[in-house]
């Protein structure tokens, strides 16, 4: 089945480090899945940070970005300068329209050190 | 603002005894869903809602009930609970189906089964 295989946590880096968490996915059913990255602040619900439903597009906010990459089927999330407010557990996701279903990661938890 | 909650936000029961989470949407959307997340396990799919009425078996049923008695309500129902029940759960809702769109999450409700 649908499977997402991310950076295991915590990851802790210091504010205006860089950052990146490794994303791989496998889709058995399709060939181009939708990509989505959900942040999840503490005492806070899942909401999305980015979506890319393109191979070959990048996504961007709040100054993360992901690329969607087919060949490695990847989406790694990057970030060149990291806040305190980063903080968070973030959650690589996959949807398959043959099931029309979103299947989720385990959650990466970030701690940015000030 | 659209808003999912989720009451209560922490629940201690015993084995064997009965459980209901709550679940409201104020975004108009037809999809609600109810996930578990244990460590090291990404979000897993209980059961999900189309519509009132209306009721699907997501990727874990076995041990929970649910019901959708409005388009904002949406209810899970463990009936004995047991230990292994102890998880975080969250609830979503969605416009539509799925793949492609973005969930839109309850801060989640903490139940511990001892």
């Known amino acids: 089945g649908d499977s997402v295989t991310q950076t295991e946590g915590p990851v802790t880096v210091s504010e205006s480090e860089s950052l990146i968490i490794n994303c791989t996915y496998s889709a058995t059913s399709i060939a181009y899945p939708n990509l989505f990255w959900y942040v999840r602040y503490p005492g806070e619900g899942l909401q999305l940070l980015l979506k890319?439903?393109?191979?070959?597009q990048k996504g961007s906010s709040r100054g993360f970005e992901a690329t969607y990459n087919k060949e490695t089927t990847s989406f790694h999330l990057q970030k060149a300068s990291v806040q305190e407010s980063d903080s968070a557990v973030y959650y690589c996701?996959?949807?398959?329209?043959?099931?029309?279903?979103?299947?989720f990661g385990d959650g990466t938890q970030l701690v940015v050190k000030p | 603002e659209a808003a999912v909650t989720q009451s209560p936000r922490n629940k201690v029961t015993v084995t064997g005894g009965n459980v209901t989470l709550s679940c409201r949407q104020t975004?108009?959307?037809?999809?609600m869903y109810w996930y578990r997340q244990d460590t090291g396990h990404g979000l897993r799919l209980i059961h999900y809602s189309y519509g009132a009425g209306n009721l699907q078996i997501g990727d874990v049923p076995d041990g929970y009930k649910a019901t959708r008695t409005t388009q904002e309500d949406f209810f899970l129902l463990l009936e004995l609970a047991s230990p292994s029940q102890t998880s975080l759960y969250f609830c979503?809702?969605?416009?539509?189906?799925?793949?492609?769109?973005?969930?839109?999450f309850g801060p989640g409700t903490r139940l511990t089964v001892l």
């Open positions: 975004n108009s959307h037809n999809y």
């Open positions: 996701a996959l949807g398959d329209y043959s099931n029309n279903r979103i299947f």
């Open positions: 979503a809702s969605s416009r539509t189906g799925g793949a492609r769109a973005e969930q839109f």
């Open positions: 890319v439903i393109t191979a070959g």
